[in-house]
């Protein structure tokens, strides 16, 4: 299965406080955290939740 990575935008602005990432089989073994946008406010800013 897939992993799933919970991700929190650090924007202080921004009301969106996690979201979950989904990934499909297909994706780069150096797609990272730091390769994504928060879908909220666009920012880059953003920190994986280690659970």
Known sequence: MPPTTEVTCL????????????????????????DLVCPACGGTELDEIEL
């Open 11 to 34: 924007d202080d602005d921004c009301f969106l406080d996690m979201f979950e990432n989904h990934y499909t089989y297909d994706v780069p073994d150096d797609h990272s955290v730091p």
